[in-house]
């Protein structure tokens, strides 16, 4: 089990916060700003893909171990501690988190290159 997951609380509200940010500016750059679009999206479309593509990430890697947490504090609050699925999550949190996570890592060895490939067609 983890011991805290305030780290992962941080990694999520600002991944997150700092998505919505890129979004909002993205939007007001392409409203106000004297450089043409076509000029923004040729120069920087890496970072426009990049970026956001590992806050996403980011994002995604956090939000397990705190739904493992919220999970099991969820079912031990109403009264279901004691069922033997709850206890195996509770006692192995840890391994089923980093399962989780290398799973998530090999679909995206598969995912991430062919959504690039066909971004670029």
Known sequence: MFQSVQKFIWMT????????LMSITGELLKKYSNIPVEKIESEYAHYMIMIPLILFFVLIVAVVPLFLRI?????????NGALAMVKFIRTHER????????????????????????WLE
């Not at 509200?13 to 919505?20: D, E, N, Y």
């Not at 999970?71 to 009264?79: A, E, H, K, R, V």
């Not at 391994?95 to 066909?118: G, H, N, Q, R």
């Open 13 to 20: 509200a600002g991944s997150f916060v700092l998505i919505i």
């Open 71 to 79: 999970f099991t504090y969820l079912q031990i609050s109403i009264g």
């Open 95 to 118: 391994i089923i988190t980093y399962v989780v996570w290398i799973i998530m890592f090999i679909v995206s060895l598969i995912i991430v290159p062919t959504a690039i490939k066909d």
